[in-house]
């Protein structure tokens, strides 16, 4: 029996789209070939380098709980559990962008796939929002997402890490980030802006979703990927 990698990442790239309060992303020449060789001297061989100015929650990225919990674990703090291990993905695609995910559309969703949450889980929920909006302006001003019940009732199940195809998993228009409150409260992190989650629904697989080891840091872009048995 095999194994079939998917890419859950979003590329990044200058102009890319970044949630309103982040800083935006920025790429800058470093040095070219030719002005490496004219540097070293060198009439074989260049090096072409360029310098990134981008956020800690650029792109497809993991919160370290420190974002939203002041004395929480930061991104070099926590345990690696949070960031790779055993998944299942849920299809909330139908769900309306106008309101929240609440429990009862989480345990609807859940039970559709035949499978169950095991403490300790990764869990992700593919909304539709990225194949709908990926590209438009409405891809940071029009995704659901969850109530504080519906993440209090992910913490009681024992998830670890929630994932979404959307900027956050807040509603967009939830100035009380009931999503991330509930994170706060329960010692959990969350994983937004994958990707390709069709490919995942109704299944339980091995997830990465692997941070740069920052220093006090807050979040991280990641290269997350799923391995699913083939």
């Not at 997830?207 to 979040?219: A, D, E, M, Q, V």
């Amino acid at each position: 029996m095999g194994l079939q990698m998917i890419d859950l990442t979003q590329e990044i790239f200058q102009g890319m789209s970044t949630f309103p309060m982040h800083q935006p992303t920025f790429i800058m020449t470093n040095m070219t070939y030719e002005e490496n060789m004219r540097n070293t001297g060198s009439k074989t061989l260049g090096f072409s380098a360029r310098n990134l100015l981008i956020s800690e929650h650029c792109g497809t990225h993991t919160d370290a709980i420190s974002e939203y919990k002041p004395g929480g674990m930061t991104l070099s703090e926590m345990p690696m559990d949070y960031f790779w291990g055993s998944a299942i993905c849920v299809d909330l695609s139908h769900l309306p962008n106008t309101r929240f995910i609440e429990p009862a559309d989480l345990e609807a969703a859940v039970r559709k796939t035949g499978l169950t949450i095991q403490k300790g889980d990764i869990f992700l929920m593919y909304t539709g929002h990225y194949d709908r909006y990926h590209d438009t302006k409405e891809y940071q001003t029009a995704y659901t997402g969850l109530s504080y019940a519906a993440g209090r009732w992910l913490a009681e199940q024992g998830v670890l890490n929630i994932g979404v195809d959307a900027p956050a998993i807040d509603h967009a228009q939830d100035i009380d980030f009931s999503g991330h409150r509930a994170c706060r409260d329960f010692d959990m992190n969350n994983t937004e802006n994958l990707c390709n989650l069709d490919r995942l629904v109704g299944k339980r697989f091995l997830y990465f979703g692997l941070p740069l080891k920052i220093r006090g840091g807050s979040g991280s872009p990641i290269r997350a990927v799923a391995l699913v048995e083939e």
